[in-house]
């Protein structure tokens, strides 16, 4: 077969970019080689639907142990008693949950997208609002703090059957242990999407959900640093939080129910050469070198809250307890299109979003997005992210002086060679 040039060529380019540029987006990192080599194996080949031991496929016998390998690995670095590891994504871990523990037309509580949740939380847009009914809880006006006294009442008012945590632009710590109080009030179960700082939790930076909530999902490829793809997990005791039992008296487990909603639910073969690389991201994830990468993201998105708000940018709640922050550019007179745009133009690259009660539309928004993690990755350190503020502050201001952009980017690229990522 003929080399397909066009595509080779193209990921060639990417590589190019991905090298030169500051890397900022928050939900983004770069995995290692072994993690890309599992991802591109002969395990591309192989249907296995089903779970391990239990296939509806022959051959299944290296992906069974693979997989095992993965399932154990994933419950050793989150301390969980139950792990599936085959959702192709987030959104796909999300979508499961919602088929195992809810029927449609059900109430679900989740954090206002606008306000920093994530589309599958409940957005009108996403199956999750459309299936099921949902109402939200965001943050306070003044701290940028998740309202809690606003998720209660509503979590008491509408008696939602799933209260869902977690977040996609929220830069601090979660009161999982109070969320958890609230559920028990109205019997509700409560799910937390840890995609963004799962990495953090999992060593230990950050509060443990797994100990309060009963369902966990994360997506691997975030501070995890693994493909792309999901997970869910659950703690000790929740097993069997309704009681439920089959006709015969047997426990009903959660722990079935999520699984048959992954796959058939949700669902067909899983990806196995995924799956391989999640295995090799959670060996990554348990390691001493990882333990250390996790706390210079931390340092590095310290040290650019600090900075950033030393040159007068606004973030929402002030500061962070993980790897990224939003900021408010509203007293910079540029919204967070025209900042992602000139960005770009420098080779920084960051997302437009929506900060809490924007009156600017998504397509728009008054703010960015920022993340740590990525940039870690490549071995900065506190020093690199006092230039990088510099060239962020020196694009925003000269953000319609096409030649400044340039010689911005020139200073950009020649910073990241310093730090190479493949070769
Ligand atoms: N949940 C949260 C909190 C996220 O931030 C994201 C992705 O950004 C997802 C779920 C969805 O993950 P995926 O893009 O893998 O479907």
New binding site residues.
């Given amino acids: 077969m003929k080399k397909d040039e066009i595509i080779f060529d193209l990921i060639n380019e990417e590589l190019q970019r991905q090298e030169q540029g500051i890397e900022l987006i928050a939900?983004e990192n770069f995995v290692s080689k072994q993690v890309m080599e599992a991802a591109g194996s002969v395990l591309t080949n192989k249907y296995a639907e089903g779970l391990p031991g239990k296939r509806y496929y022959g051959g299944c016998e290296v992906v069974d142990e693979i997989e095992n390998i993965a399932i154990e690995r994933a419950k050793q670095l989150f301390n969980a008693e139950w792990v599936n590891v085959q959702p192709?994504?987030?959104?796909?871990?999300?979508t499961a949950v919602f088929l195992a523990v809810l029927k449609p037309g059900d109430k679900i509580l989740g954090f206002d997208l606008s306000h920093g949740?994530?589309?599958?939380?409940g957005s009108p847009v996403n199956f999750s609002g459309k299936v099921y009914q949902p109402f939200f809880y965001g943050v306070e006006e003044e701290t940028g703090l998740i309202n809690y006294k606003q998720l209660e009442e509503v979590a008491l008012r509408e008696k939602p059957k799933l209260i869902i945590c977690?977040?996609?632009?929220y830069s601090r710590d979660w009161d999982y242990a109070f969320i958890r109080s609230v559920a028990d009030k109205i019997g509700a179960l409560v799910l937390a999407?840890?995609?963004?700082p799962s990495g953090l939790i999992a060593r230990g930076l950050l509060s443990d959900p797994l100990p309060h909530c009963h369902i966990v999902?994360?997506?691997t490829?975030?501070t995890l640093r693994g493909p792309?793809?999901?997970i869910i997990m659950m703690g000790k005791d929740f097993d069997n939080p309704w009681g439920l039992t089959t006709p015969k008296g047997e426990i009903r487990k959660m722990s079935a129910l999520l699984d048959s909603a992954v796959f058939p639910g949700t669902q067909g073969g899983p990806l196995e050469h995924i799956i391989a690389a999640k295995a090799v991201a959670f060996g990554e994830a348990l390691s001493d070198e990882y333990m250390e990468y996790v706390l210079q993201v931390k340092k590095n998105a310290a040290t650019l809250a600090k900075e950033l708000v030393a040159r007068d940018y606004k973030l929402i709640s002030g500061g962070t307890d993980n790897h990224l922050m939003l900021i408010d550019l509203s007293n910079k007179d540029i919204t967070g299109k025209l900042a992602e745009e000139a960005l770009g133009k420098a080779d920084i690259t960051v997302n437009k979003n929506m900060v809490p009660f924007d009156k600017r539309s998504p397509f728009v928004t008054s703010g960015i997005r920022i993340g740590s993690a990525a940039i870690t990755s490549r071995g900065v350190k506190e020093a690199e992210m006092v230039q990088i503020v510099g060239f962020i502050d020196d694009v925003i201001k000269n953000h319609d002086n096409e030649s400044r952009l340039e010689e911005i980017r020139e200073e950009v690229n020649a910073l990241m060679a310093k730090f190479p990522l493949y070769s």
């Fill in positions: 939900s192709h994504s987030g959104a796909q871990a999300n949740g994530h589309l599958t939380h977690g977040a996609s632009a999407d840890i995609s963004h999902t994360t997506t490829h975030k792309r793809g999901g």
